[in-house]
């Protein structure tokens, strides 16, 4: 079983950049497809990114192409969310979540383990 921490989080402003950090422990870190969600007040957890296991395949929501930019590293045990040019709506708690599968890609009900989240706001 994989534990997930988030970190990286914070306030920023509009039009400005954060790096997100998820550090895994406790499973085979290069097992998981990983992915990032984000879930803002009173919406349904949504998401924003995946990465493949090698890191060679890479999907992003609509809302997020172009400005964000997921990545991996395998020796470290840790996936990354860069956010470029980020919108006031793009404010939400982010999570990272690792998936087996290979299934339900975009959806919460495909990863079977997850982070506690870490908090994004952008001011305008």
């Known amino acids: 079983q994989v534990q997930l921490v988030e970190s990286g989080g914070g306030l920023v402003q509009a039009g400005g950049s954060l790096r997100l950090s998820c550090a895994a422990s406790?499973?085979?870190?290069?097992?998981?497809?990983m992915g990032w969600f984000r879930q803002a007040p009173g919406k349904e957890r949504e998401f924003v990114a995946r990465i493949s296991r090698s890191g060679g395949g890479t999907y992003y929501a609509d809302s997020v192409k172009g400005r964000f930019t997921i990545s991996r590293d395998n020796a470290k045990n840790t996936v990354y969310l860069q956010m470029n040019s980020l919108k006031p709506e793009d404010t939400a708690v982010y999570y990272c979540?690792?998936?087996?599968?290979?299934?339900?890609?975009?959806?919460?009900?495909?990863?079977?383990?997850w982070g506690q989240g870490t908090q994004v706001t952008v001011s305008s």
């Open positions: 406790g499973g085979t870190f290069s097992s998981y497809h």
């Open positions: 979540a690792a998936d087996l599968g290979l299934v339900f890609i975009r959806e919460v009900r495909g990863y079977d383990y």
